[in-house]
């Protein structure tokens, strides 16, 4: 190389980091995520659930819910017990 090739080259132009994609891209991820997260804590507050009432908590009507609730829960209980032994019951009569 002579002196004159050596003059026209230009020192490497480094660009600022915001003019890249994949900083935008790394960064999005967990700012979308901080935004989500903000987005449901204010549904969260803005919106409750609703308690709902429980009737077996009340020692007046929990002798009645009792045997409202075992009936109630029959059909699951025997899906359990037949899932767990594998024998079918007999319907009662």
Same mark, same amino acid.
């Given at each position: &190389? #002579?002196?004159?090739?050596?003059? #026209?080259?230009?020192? @490497? ?8 994609? &994949? %900083?935008? =891209? %790394? ?8 935004? @989500? +997260?903000? %987005?449901?804590?204010? !549904?969260?507050? +803005?919106?409750?659930?609703? %308690? ?5 908590? #009340?020692?007046?009507?929990? =002798?009645? #819910?009792?045997?409202? !609730?075992?009936? @109630? =829960? +029959?059909? @699951? =209980? ?16």
């Amino acid at each position: &190389m #002579n002196t004159h090739q050596l003059k #026209n080259l230009s020192p @490497a132009v480094t660009k600022p980091w915001w003019s890249f994609g &994949m %900083v935008w =891209m %790394v960064i999005a991820g967990p700012a979308v995520v901080v935004v @989500a +997260a903000f %987005v449901t804590l204010y !549904l969260a507050i +803005a919106i409750p659930d609703p %308690v709902l009432p429980t009737e077996a908590l #009340n020692p007046r009507n929990a =002798m009645e #819910n009792k045997g409202k !609730l075992e009936a @109630a =829960m +029959a059909p @699951a =209980m025997q899906a359990r017990n037949h899932a767990s032994t594998g024998v079918v019951p007999a319907p009662k009569k």
